[in-house]
């Protein structure tokens, strides 16, 4: 059985940084593309970042770039995503999830297994 816990949301001023760190079990996290999603209230599931299975290649929602850095660490089996400088839209819930495709897709169709999510909210 495949598990997701992202860790490390809180409560933040705008123009700060968190890490978040999702731990996979139940499998090998290098057979598998990762990416982070947040979801806000009322709104759509949105891609943030994904990595490839080496960590080389990486992809950003435009809205995130230069500010979100995605890596991951395949012999602790977890991904992480630094947020730095964040501001107030940035706040949702963040899900990590798997991709066992051969690409780093933004649709949340593609992601076969997902964590609970952790609420990260930045106020102004």
């Known amino acids: 059985q495949v598990q997701l816990v992202e860790s490390g949301g809180g409560l933040v001023q705008a123009g700060g940084s968190l890490r978040l760190s999702c731990v996979v079990s139940?499998?090998?996290?290098?057979?598998?593309?990762m990416a982070w999603f947040r979801q806000a209230p009322g709104k759509e599931r949105e891609f943030v970042a994904g990595?490839?299975?080496?960590?080389?290649?990486?992809a950003y929602a435009d809205s995130v770039k230069g500010r979100f850095t995605i890596s991951r660490d395949n012999a602790k089996n977890t991904v992480y995503l630094q947020m730095n400088s964040l501001k107030p839209e940035d706040t949702a819930v963040y899900y990590c999830?798997?991709?066992?495709?051969?690409?780093?897709?933004?649709?949340?169709?593609?992601?076969?297994?997902w964590g609970q999510g952790t609420q990260v909210t930045v106020s102004s």
């Open positions: 990595i490839g299975r080496s960590g080389t290649n990486t």
């Open positions: 139940g499998r090998t996290l290098s057979n598998y593309i």
């Open positions: 999830a798997t991709n066992p495709n051969w690409g780093i897709y933004y649709g949340p169709s593609y992601y076969n297994y």
